[in-house]
């Protein structure tokens, strides 16, 4: 009998994940998972009952599992990704980020969020380039990526 010493296999889960800033837990469950819930509720592709979520200041999590029909799972999160973006104009203007994570693999996830009352938005722009070439130095760390950066502006009156 022929042996695959690293057999494939099809990771049918995946995470949503909100960012609202400054947001205590009630108003992220109200304002963004609540209506993330109902957005998810259309897709048939994915299992309800196995959909559930976590509210925390300033932060959701979404965890889901695609129903078992379905055969092409990148082609399905792909076009979820897309409209995920669209649904995010729905939400407050405070929310920073919606992200839909279906690459799991062998690997773990890390999610680092960074905020300041006194730092411009170009200051920590540079503390999020040092912070990732740091951690690319690390040999486990394979992706590194980053959402919601807020551009810095200028208003001339």
Avoid at 46 to 75: A, H, P, Q, R
Wanted: one cysteine or more; aromatic letters at 12%.
């Amino acid at each position: 009998m022929p042996k695959n010493e690293f057999p494939s296999f099809t990771i049918r889960q995946g995470v949503i994940v909100g960012v609202y800033p400054g947001a205590n837990s009630k108003e992220v469950e109200e304002q963004m998972t609540k209506p993330l819930e109902k957005f998810l509720w259309g897709f048939k592709e994915l299992k309800k009952w196995k959909t559930y979520s976590e509210s925390k200041d300033g932060i959701c999590y979404v965890f889901t599992e695609l129903n078992d029909n379905v055969t092409d799972k990148d082609e399905f999160w792909s076009k979820f990704k897309i409209r995920l973006q669209q649904f995010k104009s729905n939400l407050p203007s405070g929310v920073m980020a919606l992200i839909a994570n279906d690459d799991f693999g062998d690997t773990s996830a890390l999610l680092i969020t960074l905020e300041s009352k006194d730092k411009t938005y170009r200051e920590m722009h540079n503390y999020m380039t040092d912070l990732q070439d740091h951690l690319r130095t690390i040999p486990q760390v394979a992706n590194l990526r980053v959402y919601g950066e807020q551009q810095e502006q200028m208003g001339v009156h």
